[in-house]
């Protein structure tokens, strides 16, 4: 399935872990980032495997990995995680002990906010209050 098209969003904690990243490897990022907008297809951005829900995992180089929630319906894409291998591993490890139904409605909702974030501000307050998940942004 091609993503060429997708919406992307950034979580609060993405952005975090960026920032303590080395600034290398924040260049690396961001140019991986760049080029997954352009074309999903140009970088190692693949399904995780054993995981609920649509989680997909961006290599970065040898060393580094992102995460992100994909959601098909909405055509959005929410990144949520991002730092080495070892730290991925654990990540992905405390994931699959959590709550998974939890953890990714919390993730969904995320995405939601991120998505009304992104809309002017409805003039109609009789406006149907889920009207962000019918825009592509």
Request: charged share 30%; hydrophobic share 35%; with cysteine.
């Amino acid at each position: 399935m091609s993503m060429k098209n997708y919406s992307s969003f950034l979580s609060k904690s993405f952005k975090k872990q960026m920032d303590q990243l080395p600034v290398r490897i924040q260049q690396e990022l961001q140019r991986h980032y760049e080029m997954w907008k352009e074309d999903p297809s140009r970088v190692d951005f693949k399904k995780l495997n054993g995981m609920r829900g649509n989680m997909y995992s961006a290599s970065i180089g040898f060393s580094w990995r992102a995460i992100a929630l994909v959601d098909h319906e909405r055509k959005a894409c929410l990144w949520v995680f991002a730092g080495s291998h070892e730290t991925y591993n654990n990540w992905i490890e405390k994931m699959r002990q959590t709550n998974e139904k939890y953890w990714i409605q919390e993730i969904e909702q995320r995405l939601e906010a991120s998505l009304r974030s992104r809309l002017p501000k409805a003039k109609n307050p009789d406006e149907d209050e889920n009207h962000a998940s019918r825009f592509k942004i």
